[in-house]
């Protein structure tokens, strides 16, 4: 069965660094676009970064343009998100995500705290 699993969150001062890893299984992963979409408390989940199945392609949130990249390893089955310059604005969960054949697919999520 498909399965997404996160790692790499935690506190993090401001102007710091943090990359999140995306580990994919069940599907093949080369075949897919791949997105990570991050809810902090209170607010809807907005997709921050998306990178198409090769890795040629990718977009980004607004927020994040040029703080955030998006990265993947097709032999490693995984996704990254790299993130710098992070703000206390960044702090939510993060989750990958993967549409495969019609179906969604979350991972748990990995929390990022951004604090002094």
């Known amino acids: 069965q498909v399965q997404l699993v996160e790692s790499g969150g935690g506190l993090v001062q401001p102007g710091g660094s943090l990359r999140l890893s995306c580990a994919a299984s069940?599907?093949?992963?080369?075949?897919?676009?791949m997105r990570w979409y991050r809810q902090a408390p209170g607010k809807e989940r907005e997709l921050v970064a998306a990178i198409s199945y090769g890795g040629g392609r990718s977009n980004y949130v607004d927020s994040v343009k040029g703080r955030f990249t998006i990265s993947r390893d097709n032999a490693k089955n995984t996704v990254y998100l790299q993130m710098n310059s992070l703000k206390s604005e960044d702090t939510a969960v993060y989750y990958c995500?993967?549409?495969?054949?019609?179906?969604?697919?979350w991972g748990q999520g990995t929390q990022v705290t951004v604090s002094s």
């Open positions: 995500y993967a549409s495969v054949l019609g179906k969604d697919y």
């Open positions: 069940g599907f093949t992963f080369s075949n897919y676009a």
